[in-house]
């Protein structure tokens, strides 16, 4: 139980939705708005507050469940092909943005010692221990999905 945490928190702590499921957060929210007749976006806060004194309390947390099975309907199942593309594998997924940008920083770091395709071994090592291929999956899906810190490696290879 020590690790354990509610499905809709999230690992990582936003601006706006805390570490609540964005999805769970905005489907509360528009539901709440249709009450009172105003803005959605205005109910983002309560219903932040609101779901941690919702997981206080049994009936409050079968209310969630049924709000976080709705979310789970209305997301689109993924194959285990679009999986490996969407996301990075083994030690690298889920993680935030901050730590992959660090990461990568200390990629850098070590390209600038010894090498780029020296520094991208040494990672391989170290972190494609459970899954082969895992580092060129992860730079993969940082050249795909955040192309502005991938650059920082083709200026340091050039």
């Not at 993924?78 to 889920?94: G, H, L, V, W």
């Amino acid at each position: 139980m020590r690790g354990w945490r509610f499905p809709w928190r999230t690992a990582t702590r936003d601006k706006i939705y805390q570490t609540c499921d964005r999805g769970l957060v905005e489907l509360i929210a528009k539901e709440r708005a249709k009450w009172s007749k105003c803005e959605w976006t205005e109910k983002i806060p309560t219903v932040i507050k609101s779901i941690g004194n919702l997981e206080a309390t049994k009936g409050g947390l079968e209310e969630l469940l049924g709000y976080w099975s709705k979310v789970l309907e209305s997301v689109t199942p993924q194959t285990e092909e679009s999986k490996a593309t969407d996301q990075p594998i083994s030690y690298y997924s889920n993680r935030s943005l901050e730590w992959h940008k660090a990461t990568f920083c200390e990629l850098l770091d070590l390209g600038d010692k010894v090498g780029t395709d020296p520094a991208i071994a040494q990672f391989s090592i170290r972190y494609d221990q459970q899954y082969t291929g895992a580092t060129d999956a992860w730079l993969n899906w940082l050249d795909a999905n955040y192309p502005q810190i991938y650059a920082h490696l083709n200026q340091a290879a050039a």
